[in-house]
């Protein structure tokens, strides 16, 4: 986060609350009372709030005189809001749905997105995407006017744009004009793209540079110059699953703005009204927002009439007094990490999401880093590789030309490898981008589709001594002089297929081959089958140990160790000045039948956490915010704690000595 980024009041504790409010309810607003709607707030301990100027329907919330009030509105909401809020010192950002506008599609249909087969309308009537809006006509204009009229209304404090459109391309006439090449699928998303940008530019410059500014669903990265913050949107009892925000936080934290890991309180997704959470799978989100240095909201949903549930900020209240009592040692915290992930060129979305197929290898890796406790970041090719000691390059990362020489000096420099499948290739997919650095050669895809594998001896830890599966198959390597082959494929009977009289359904291993399944070049490690995303699949533990011996290889050392701490519990590492910071997590998300819950805390006992010292000495060392000492002890350039007890998350702080003491 740059210094300006320091600068600005960001806030710790936010809510979303949404109001998308169907033209049949014609009470709107009816129980609003300002005064108890802020104060509800406040005993909560929320400090922001993301309220409603136009919901999904396209309805305003405000005496508008550009856009479409709602019918059955008996008041200025949004103006009773934010000054009911400012009288709590409460932060209030208004809420803009870019992408939806359903009561303008139906005036306007020359303003919705008009897809590649044509077809306004999608089959699902009750999903709420099942039409667009498209910024790229009169849409744009009026969305901007409406933004303008609320600024000029209202003392909001930020503005939240929401749905904007990344996945479905406009062809009408007036996106058309914009193409290179008006039937190429790759045009289409380019105008796209950049029609989001010029919108988020506009709006920019419509806004003071001391509001917040967020451009939903627009990839973080385009959208760096011109937001001015982050909020990574992630139910994970929703769509997002528990595998998402991992990913996402990791790498939006490099992106230099302040970050929301937002949550939500609902037990399905958004517009579950009725229901909320466990306490504790809530807690076990926001304790995980604040471990990876980013700061938290939850979202709600208010009732039409206009009250907020006392229930549901009961449980928000609980949990957000005690993130505020953990503030002194979260606040401006930074992320300490050594491995890297690096994610694909063509990833996707915010970008690493549960429902675009090329991102599962990352989030898998990141998983798997985590459930063996490395600190890990992801990256995308522009930002610095010669921060991490290791770079995990999971299955599809191809190499850029105009990167080539940056991996290349980072390999030259020291730094350590791990690429898997068809990652390492060229862009054009004809060869390993540095062949001497990987030390094989592409000789195109695996031909058997079911093979197996065998470690050699020193890679063999934690691994069975037998042939192990390769469910997905991957690429072909044939082995140059100077690279060792650290495990072997034993090829099958046969692949599996039908003959016309039977299935090949079972098929054993037949014999080894002298083909290798991982290489080693020096610091290069190379898996020929997509590892990651095999273990987002399968969840076979013994991969996970096989990327384990090759990071040992080149990282003896790690910042944390770890002993009597299952492989769920999660361990992360943040510092402030002159202090660092260990969190760990002890939260086991169940699968349910189709659901994933979060019911209670797990409680660990006797707990040993060494952390690498780098030179640093440490004068005190206690749990946070009770300040209970913690035994410790310093040994072969480790910070050894011994913790009695954790129950759900524990906050461990290492005080800095300077200078050290003799």
């Known amino acids: 986060m740059s210094n300006k980024q320091m600068k600005m009041n960001y806030p710790q504790r936010t809510i979303h609350l949404d109001f998308h409010t169907m033209p049949g309810v014609k009470d709107v607003g009816m129980d609003f009372n300002g005064r108890e709607f802020a104060k509800t707030l406040r005993e909560a301990h929320v400090d922001s709030i993301n309220v409603f100027a136009k919901c999904n329907l396209g309805f305003a919330y405000y005496p508008t005189r550009v856009g479409i009030p709602h019918p059955g509105l008996q008041c200025d909401l949004l103006g009773e809001m934010v000054r009911a809020c400012h009288n709590e010192g409460i932060l209030v950002a208004a809420y803009f749905n870019a992408g939806l506008d359903h009561e303008n599609a139906l005036r306007h249909r020359d303003w919705c997105v008009l897809p590649e087969d044509g077809t306004i309308y999608r089959d699902d009537k009750l999903n709420p995407f099942f039409r667009r809006m498209c910024l790229n006509t009169a849409y744009g204009d009026y969305l901007l006017a409406m933004t303008e009229e609320v600024l000029k209304l209202y003392p909001i404090d930020g503005l939240f744009f929401d749905c904007f459109n990344p996945l479905v391309p406009c062809y009408g006439i007036e996106c058309r004009k914009l193409m290179d090449d008006n039937s190429s699928r790759d045009s289409a998303f380019a105008v796209l793209n950049r029609v989001n940008l010029e919108f988020a530019q506009k709006v920019m410059e419509l806004a003071s540079d001391k509001k917040l500014l967020y451009f939903n669903c627009i990839p973080f990265r385009d959208q760096a110059p011109y937001c001015r913050h982050f909020e990574i949107e992630c139910l994970p009892q929703g769509e ?306 096989m990327i384990d011996n090759c990071i040992k290889k080149m990282l003896p050392k790690p910042l944390i160790k770890a002993k009597n701490l299952p492989s769920f519990a999660r361990i992360t590492v943040t510092e402030q000045d002159k202090r660092t910071m260990i969190h760990i997590l002890a939260y086991v998300p169940e699968l349910r039948g189709k659901k994933q819950i979060i019911e209670e805390p797990v409680t660990l006992t006797n707990v040993e956490i060494a952390l690498r010292a780098d030179g640093t000495c440490f004068k005190n060392v206690y749990t946070a915010p009770n300040m209970e000492k913690i035994i410790y002890s310093v040994s072969d350039g480790y910070v050894t704690l011994s913790i009695p007890e954790i129950r759900g998350y524990s906050l461990i702080v290492l005080e800095n000595s300077t200078p050290c003491p003799k």
């Open 240 to 545: 997002w699953g528990y595998d998402n925000f991992p990913a996402n936080v990791r790498y939006t934290r490099n992106l230099g703005r302040y970050t929301i890991g937002q949550t939500g309180r609902f037990q399905g997704g958004w517009g579950d009204f009725g229901g909320i959470r466990t306490a504790e799978s809530l807690r076990f989100d926001c304790y995980h927002a604040i471990s990876n240095a980013v700061t938290c909201g939850v979202g709600d949903h208010m009732h039409p009439r206009g009250k907020l549930d006392r229930e549901v900020y009961q449980l928000i209240g609980s949990i957000f007094a005690d993130l505020k009592t953990l503030e002194p040692w979260t606040a401006e915290a930074r992320a300490v990490t050594e491995i890297a992930v690096l994610i694909p060129q063509d990833a996707m979305g915010y970008p690493i999401t549960n429902w675009e197929e090329v991102n599962h290898p990352v989030a898998a890796a990141v998983r798997m880093l985590s459930e063996l406790k490395y600190q890990v970041n992801v990256i995308d090719w522009d930002m610095d590789f010669s921060a991490y000691k290791v770079l995990i390059m999971p299955d599809r990362v191809f190499v850029p030309d105009k990167h080539r020489g940056k991996l290349e000096e980072y390999i030259a420099s020291g730094g350590g490898v791990i690429s898997s499948g068809y990652s390492g290739l060229s862009e054009d997919k004809s060869d390993f981008a540095l062949p001497d650095e990987w030390g094989i050669a592409y000789e195109g895809q695996e031909k058997f589709n079911i093979s197996f594998f065998e470690v050699k001896p020193d890679f063999a830890e934690n691994i069975p001594r037998t042939q192990i599966s390769i469910y997905d198959p991957g690429i072909s390597a044939a082995v140059k002089a100077g690279t060792e082959i650290a495990a072997c494929l034993w090829e099958p009977y046969f692949n599996k297929h039908w003959d016309g009289y039977h299935g090949y359904y079972y098929v054993p291993p037949k014999q080894a081959t002298n083909r290798p399944v991982l290489t080693r070049k020096g610091n290069v490690f190379h898996c020929v089958f997509p590892i990651f995303k095999s273990y987002y699949e399968h969840a076979y533990v013994v991969y996970r140990s």
